[in-house]
């Protein structure tokens, strides 16, 4: 396991391509490609060679791909300037990568041209930042950093700790990965990790000049071996939707299906709810934690 943090290049553009490329073949074994090799517990594949590495060699790629080694080598070191997008879905497809790593594969080939530092954003309308108030569901508009700059009353009654002031700005992933408290919110701790890391590893994409987001991620590959690990491997499923679990201490297990939406404008904003699943009690939960924030205030 790597102790040093992820340096930032690996967030976007080349490097963070050939990353991805590396983890997509080492992931994927020789039967699931028709090839007869196969590494075995000392490392002989079936052909009788050695296999130094787990998955595909990088000549196997790129036979696959219908690309020359040289050209492959170069793309995976990330010395190869741009690449076609026919040329990144054959790829896709000698990896058997997902729906959702393919569409990753194409973002990260198309970074800006040269890095800059991501202009002073400008001051978010009202109406986004009342966007989140519109739910009647928990919900949270969050930036490309995953930091949240909106969040409603159900969300903020649904993460805060009992008995302490209703959060209002956090940072989802450190949150996650750095807040002891996120190992009591979420049951399932190690699903809605994955999913925050494939949610921040699109957004380092879709963004690789801001700063924030490169920011994050620099954080988090220092102090935490969890998000290290995961950022690590190529997982981009769960970023845009799934299912999970909250536990509030007082009010219970909210299970919820959550749908994430780009806003328009350019602001790279988000709006993230999370929808009480029917018949499993969640809206009982919030209807408790509503009633309890109404006693709170000494009302009815």
Known sequence: M???????????????LGMFLRALRNRCQPQEVGLSG???????????????VPGLRRQEVA???????DYY?????????????AVLTSLARALRATVEETA???????PPSHRRHAPAPAPLRPSLLALADAFAVPAVVIGPSLDVVSANLLWRLLVTPPGEPLVRSVNLATHHFLDPHAHVLFPDWHEAADATVARLRVQA?????????????RELSGASPDFR???????????????????????????????????PGGEGLVVASYSPVPG????????????????DLGGA
Not at 252 to 259: A, H, V
């Open 2 to 16: 790597r102790t040093d943090p992820v340096p930032v290049e690996e967030a976007s553009g080349g490097a963070a």
């Open 38 to 52: 196969r590494a075995g517990p000392a490392g002989l594949s079936g052909s009788g060679a050695y296999r130094r």
């Open 63 to 69: 036979d696959l791909a219908g690309v020359s080694l």
């Open 73 to 85: 080598t170069r793309i995976e070191q990330g010395r190869c300037g741009e690449v076609s997008g």
């Open 104 to 110: 990753h594969l194409h973002r990260l080939a198309a």
């Open 205 to 217: 994409a879709l963004h690789p000049d801001d700063e924030r987001v490169q920011q994050v991620v």
């Open 229 to 263: 690990r995961r950022w690590s491997v190529p997982q981009v499923r769960g970023a845009a939707h799934g299912r999970g679990r909250v536990v509030h201490p007082r009010a219970g297990t909210y299970t919820f299906d959550y749908e994430t939406l780009q806003t």
């Open 280 to 295: 499993t009690g969640a809206q009982d939960v919030l209807d408790a934690l509503v009633a309890g924030h109404r006693r």
